[in-house]
């Protein structure tokens, strides 16, 4: 470590995750206005920051895939945290929002902007409602920057239009709600197509829509799904699906 400089802290850390986990792969720079925010939050340079969102890269088993390595001067806490968040998600996700918002001066919902309606629930029934939506807006944020918020099946890149999918379905699969290589971003058309199975992509990364879809004659079904049969994803900069939670919808999902 160069003189002068200040170790960075579990705290620290954990924000700086939760800030690579939502700028897309490409804009990790200190000209990056979330960057010079979050730098000013920790009281320390944009330089920094971005430095230590460049170190994450390396441990980042999709783009270790890829064949980028990025920074090589990860320090001993850098993989601990980095191996304590993406193993237990749904915690440190949260637990990341938390120290955001306190950082900020905000509470969690006003971070995350929770209707007031929510806000006035009470007792267990609100505290699992606001952890909920804390962790789903997480994991869409997440999702869409690791796609550079474009449709990986259509290309649509208007973020309004987008959903941050499951892969292997939020009421079967708890341990990955909030894995965001269980996620896909996706229209609303094919988000619902792909929960009720009428399409899946296969473990190569291939469209393959239902044979129920593809005998039907209809101008909407071969614009909409005919097109794209056989036809690859646009593939996300980083979190790539799981192989193995496609297979499961391939196999549990898929209307063969």
Not at 116 to 127: A, M, Q, V
Not at 168 to 183: F, L, Y
Not at 238 to 251: A, G, S, T
Request: hydrophobic share 40%; with cysteine.
């Amino acid at each position: 470590m160069k003189e002068g400089q200040t170790l960075w802290n579990r705290e620290e850390l954990i924000l700086a995750i939760n800030l690579y986990c939502k700028l897309p792969f490409g804009r990790l720079h200190s000209r990056n206005p979330h960057i010079v925010k979050l730098a000013s939050l920790l009281n320390r340079t944009p330089n920094a920051v971005a430095y230590k969102l460049v170190n994450f890269a390396s441990l980042d088993p999709s783009l270790q895939a890829r064949g980028i390595k990025g920074a090589a001067n990860t320090s001993k806490l850098d993989k601990a945290i980095w191996e304590e968040f993406f193993h237990h998600w749904d915690v440190l996700a949260y637990e990341s929002e938390l120290l955001l918002a306190k950082k900020n001066h905000k509470t969690i919902e006003e971070l995350n902007e929770i209707s007031e309606i929510e806000k006035r629930l009470e007792g267990r029934t609100r505290e699992q409602l606001i952890k909920a939506r804390v962790n789903q807006n997480f994991f869409r944020k997440a999702v869409l920057s690791a796609y550079n918020d474009t449709c990986c099946i259509t290309g649509i890149s208007n973020r309004d239009f987008l959903i941050a999918g499951h892969i292997s379905p939020w009421g079967v699969d708890e341990k990955n709600r909030m894995n965001p290589r269980n996620g896909i971003a996706v229209n609303a058309l094919h988000d619902r197509a792909f929960e009720l199975g009428y399409l899946t992509i296969t473990p190569d990364y291939i469209i393959k829509v239902s044979p129920q879809l593809l005998i039907e004659k209809s101008d909407y079904a071969s614009q909409y799904f005919h097109n794209f049969d056989n036809q690859s994803i646009i593939l996300p900069s980083r979190f790539l699906p799981d192989v193995d939670l496609l297979k499961y919808h391939n196999e549990n999902c898929y209307k063969s």
